[in-house]
């Protein structure tokens, strides 16, 4: 099974702030990853796909980069609607997701 | 508009067998690979299991931390995809959202149903 790790696990930030949250892989998932973002009691909603491609919707302000193992997700200028947990996901074997990277307001 | 709504989840004893079922509109269940995908309390995502296509063989896989407990299945008359849960645990406790990556080439999940919480409990 693919192991999937973010960083940090929580994170407070402000209004405007830039942020970076990192998935690393276990082993080399190519571009395979995937972002969610999940606001408490929703389900989570897609927001980059295939390591860079923004779901249709998703504000230009949300970015994503990477590959192989080390995959990264920015946020240039937080909203307070950003506010929220963001999930990894690889479908480069199955699926697995790592553990969630919640966003707080400082 | 593809829309997954997920039902029968509830209050069960540890030991005993629950069925979910998710239910979709504007999506041909036997032509989609349909997931499982559950969250614990304050805890992260954890993908249980897929049902391929009827195109792509129809098969199942699960994660290793749930095979042989866990059974997904689906009716493709009614386009409902069921989760059988055997043997059940306090550990099982979240709530479980169904999830498509429908007939796109690449694994990414969209849209989800809203989820059904499931409480293990004596």
């Known amino acids: 099974d693919i192991q999937m790790t973010q960083s940090p696990s929580s994170l407070a930030a402000s209004v405007g702030d830039r942020v970076t949250i990192t998935c690393r892989a276990s082993?080399?998932?190519?571009?395979?990853l995937n972002w969610y973002q999940q606001k408490p009691g929703k389900a989570p909603e897609l927001l980059i796909y295939?390591?860079?491609n923004l779901q249709t919707g998703v504000p230009s302000r949300f970015s994503g980069a990477g590959s192989g193992t080390d995959f990264t997700l920015a946020i240039s200028s937080l909203q307070p609607e950003d506010f929220a947990t963001y999930h990894c996901?690889?479908?480069?074997?199955?699926?697995?997701f790592g553990q969630g990277t919640k966003l707080e307001i400082k | 508009e593809v829309q997954l709504v997920e039902s029968g989840g509830g209050l069960v004893k540890p030991g005993e067998s629950l069925r979910l079922s998710c239910t979709a509109s504007?999506?041909?269940?036997?032509?989609?690979?349909m997931s499982w995908v559950r969250q614990a309390p304050g805890e992260g995502l954890e993908w249980l299991g897929r049902?391929?296509?009827?195109?792509?063989?129809?098969?199942?896989e699960y994660a290793a931390s749930v095979k042989g407990r866990f059974i997904i299945s689906r009716d493709d008359s009614t386009d409902v995809l069921y989760l059988r849960i055997n043997n059940l645990k306090i550990e099982d406790t979240a709530v479980y959202f169904c999830?498509?990556?429908?007939?796109?080439?690449?694994?990414?999940?969209?849209?989800w149903g809203q989820g059904s919480l499931v409480v293990v409990s004596s």
């Open positions: 999830t498509t990556r429908q007939w796109r080439p690449t694994g990414r999940f969209e849209p």
């Open positions: 504007g999506l041909s269940l036997m032509s989609a690979s």
């Open positions: 049902i391929a296509s009827r195109n792509n063989g129809g098969a199942t």
């Open positions: 082993q080399d998932i190519s571009r395979y």
């Open positions: 295939d390591t860079s």
């Open positions: 996901q690889q479908s480069h074997t199955l699926y697995s």
